[in-house]
């Protein structure tokens, strides 16, 4: 089983960055794909990103692409999310999920088998 805990979130300006961390416990977080997931007030939740256990292949909603990139440091049990030139649709609940299925990480969140509490993310205009 894999525990996530997300942080990082807060208050930014339009134009301005942010970058989320997602920690994991447990020794199998290296076998797990990773993703960020957001949810927008009123809106369900949606794919952001998405990146390999190994760290080799990442992969993007073309509404983040790039402005966002998606890391990984599996020494470190820790997933992050570096968010650049945030705009005011970018606020929203962001959540890191883990998927231990597949060649490559779901779009799906159906696929993601862990997930973490979420952290806000809110971009004013």
């Known amino acids: 089983q894999v525990q996530l805990v997300e942080s990082g979130g807060g208050l930014v300006q339009a134009g301005d960055s942010l970058r989320l961390s997602c920690a994991a416990s447990?020794?199998?977080?290296?076998?797990?794909?990773m993703g960020w997931f957001r949810q927008a007030p009123g809106k369900e939740r949606e794919f952001a990103a998405a990146i390999t256990w190994s760290g080799g292949s990442t992969y993007y909603a073309d509404s983040v692409k790039g402005r966002f990139t998606i890391s990984r440091d599996n020494a470190k049990n820790t997933v992050y999310l570096q968010m650049n030139s945030l705009k005011s649709e970018d606020t929203g609940v962001y959540y890191c999920?883990?998927?231990?299925?597949?060649?490559?990480?779901?779009?799906?969140?159906?696929?993601?088998?862990?997930w973490g509490q979420g952290t806000q993310v809110t971009v004013s205009s």
């Open positions: 999920a883990a998927d231990r299925g597949g060649y490559a990480p779901s779009r799906s969140e159906y696929a993601y088998d862990y």
């Open positions: 447990g020794r199998t977080f290296h076998s797990y794909h």
